[in-house]
Antibody, heavy 118, light 112 residues
Framework: QVQLQQSGAELAKPGSSVKISCKAS????????ISWIKQTTGQGLEYVGY????????DYNEKFKGKATLTVDKSSSTAFMQLSSLTPDDSAVYYC???????????WGQGTLVTVSS | DVVMTQTPVSLSVSLGGQTSISCRSS???????????LYWYLQKPGQSPQLLIY???NRFSGVPDRFSGSGSGTDFTLKISRVEPEDLGVYYC?????????FGAGTKLELK
């Protein structure tokens, strides 16, 4: 069965970076894009961007350009999202999600809580 | 960005009852390829969102037929009939037609 297993919660200081992972299993990794979504109580669900797991090509929501960097390691079927120059506004739960042939996100990771605090 | 406006913000429903959620987009969600990329998700407490409906009216695998989606252009509706306890949570509409893709703010379904 398709599974997306994300890395654990992160506590980071303002100005630092974190790198979240999303390990896929149960399907051919390079067949489907991986997207990342941010969830906060105040802003709800926001689309960060996606990565073409085959080519490594990316596209970002303008709001997250310079903040998020998406990469993949095909050898381990893992997608990564690095968040840089962290501020308290980056505190959120971040999800990875897999697209499907009909679009949308049929499969989600369990979410990674990122807390930015001094 | 396309704004997705969901109403109501919250709903109170009796078990076995019926209810509906509205989602309106600030632009038509008809893609140049002819498809309408409007989806519905349910997020249960403490869980990740789960896909219910894709491309307006198609139930995802395993989703009960108590859930139905309809609409076109900018107006969409999710109907839930014979509400069961496992239906409680926050429902989100989402558009995948115009980049950046956007979500509605959510509708919380609670028991009366």
């Amino acid at each position: 069965q398709v599974q997306l297993q994300q890395s654990g919660a992160e506590l980071a200081k303002p100005g630092s970076s974190v790198k979240i992972s999303c390990k896929a299993s149960g399907y051919t990794f390079t067949t489907y894009y991986i997207s990342w979504i941010k969830q906060t109580t105040g802003q709800g669900l926001e689309y960060v961007g996606y990565i073409n797991t085959g080519s490594g090509g990316t596209d970002y929501n303008e709001k997250f350009k310079g903040k998020a960097t998406l990469t993949v390691d095909k050898s381990s079927s893992t997608a990564f999202m690095q968040l840089s120059s962290l501020t308290p506004d980056d505190s959120a739960v971040y999800y990875c999600a897999r697209s499907n042939s009909f679009g949308g996100f049929a499969y989600w990771g369990q979410g990674t809580l990122v807390t930015v605090s001094s | 960005d396309v704004v997705m406006t969901q109403t109501p913000v919250s709903l109170s429903v009796s078990l076995g009852g019926q209810t509906s959620i509205s989602c309106r987009s600030s632009q038509s969600l008809v893609h140049s390829d002819g498809n309408t990329y409007l989806y519905w998700y349910l997020q249960k407490p403490g869980q990740s969102p789960q896909l219910l409906i894709y491309k307006v009216s198609n139930r995802f695998s395993g989703v009960p037929d108590r859930f139905s989606g309809s609409g076109s252009g900018t107006d969409f509706t999710l109907k839930i009939s014979r509400v069961e306890p496992e239906d409680l949570g926050v429902y989100y509409c989402y558009q995948g037609t115009h980049y950046p893709y956007t979500f509605g703010a959510g509708t919380k379904l609670e028991l009366k």
